[in-house]
């Protein structure tokens, strides 16, 4: 689970891996916390709904719809990534159909937000023509000023050509996208091993099974480090050309988006 914050009064509780059915109970009395689990199927979504309204009499304050196109690990199986039966554009109008009665029942409004692949101001109109009620980007916001990876991790964005974005299988237990990296290529040769398991920061994580520390690894390459990590990326990581500050990315974005209205 990551908790980020957003403001000074208001914080956003995210729930990554796995479904975060006791979420709510986390909740202190009158808090203004909103809490948006992450999801990557409808039915995902309605479990949720259902058990944090039966358990908890609480819906979520909105709900992130994370698809196979994202960075970072996915919650897809690796078979199911590729498959058009779980793109992005089929899980918005499946997971929007899902919670409209529950927004219907008890009168209250839980937004969709887009994840995964949507790179342009036109792939934000055609998400959002689908029912989406925003979107969350990634990748393109990576090869900014702003952003504080290190500059060869933005590089290795700008450097990487599509056949560079690969699937990886974390040692979490969930696939992940990345660029290729010689690390990865050692991992994928047997050459790694990890000598200590610092963190304990997930279950699913055997250091026995395990050939590296994925948290270590992406630290690494936050850095810069791509013989001992990798960067996560979107699917679109290829399409970027040069550092911008955020100011010009938004101008970009919303004159594709005007350009498609
Ligand atoms: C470098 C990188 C690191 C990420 N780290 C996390 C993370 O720690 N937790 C998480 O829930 N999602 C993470 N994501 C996923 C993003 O939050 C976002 O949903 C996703 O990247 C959107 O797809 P896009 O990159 O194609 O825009 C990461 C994505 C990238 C590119």
């Given at each position: 689970?990551?908790?980020t914050?957003i403001s ?56 992130i ?5 994202a960075g ?39 937004p969709?937000i887009a994840a995964g692949g949507i790179y342009t101001g036109e792939d934000i109109h055609k998400i959002l023509?689908?029912?989406a009620s925003g979107v969350q980007m990634g990748t393109r916001f990576v090869t900014t000023e702003e952003c504080d990876a290190?500059?060869?991790?933005k590089?290795?964005y700008i ?75 979107g699917?679109n990581a290829?399409r970027a050309t040069k550092i911008t500050t955020v100011k010009e990315l938004f101008q970009s974005i919303l004159k594709e988006y005007k350009a498609t209205t």
């Amino acid at each position: 689970m990551i908790k980020t914050a957003i403001s000074e009064k208001v914080d956003i509780i995210i729930a990554g891996a796995g479904l975060p059915l006791d979420l709510p109970s986390f909740l202190n009395k009158g808090s203004k916390t909103k809490l948006v689990p992450i999801v990557s199927s409808a039915r995902a979504a309605k479990i949720i709904c259902e058990k944090w309204k039966t358990n908890y009499d609480y819906l979520p304050d909105a709900v992130i719809v994370e698809g196979p196109k994202a960075g970072g690990h996915l919650g897809f199986k690796e078979e199911q990534i590729f498959d058009k039966d779980f793109c992005l554009e089929k899980l918005v109008p499946e997971i929007v159909n899902e919670l409209r009665p529950f927004e219907e029942k008890y009168n209250q409004l839980i937004p969709l937000i887009a994840a995964g692949g949507i790179y342009t101001g036109e792939d934000i109109h055609k998400i959002l023509e689908l029912g989406a009620s925003g979107v969350q980007m990634g990748t393109r916001f990576v090869t900014t000023e702003e952003c504080d990876a290190s500059p060869a991790f933005k590089q290795s964005y700008i450097d990487a050509t599509e056949k560079d974005i690969e699937i990886i299988r974390s040692p979490v237990g969930m696939p992940g996208r990345a660029i290729l990296s010689s690390f990865i290529e050692k991992v994928r040769d047997g050459k790694k091993q990890p000598k200590k398991c610092p963190f304990k920061c997930i279950k699913t994580c055997d250091i026995s099974k395990s050939p590296y520390c994925i948290i270590i690894a992406l630290i690494n390459a936050l850095k810069g480090n791509f013989d001992h990590g990798y960067a996560f990326a979107g699917s679109n990581a290829f399409r970027a050309t040069k550092i911008t500050t955020v100011k010009e990315l938004f101008q970009s974005i919303l004159k594709e988006y005007k350009a498609t209205t």
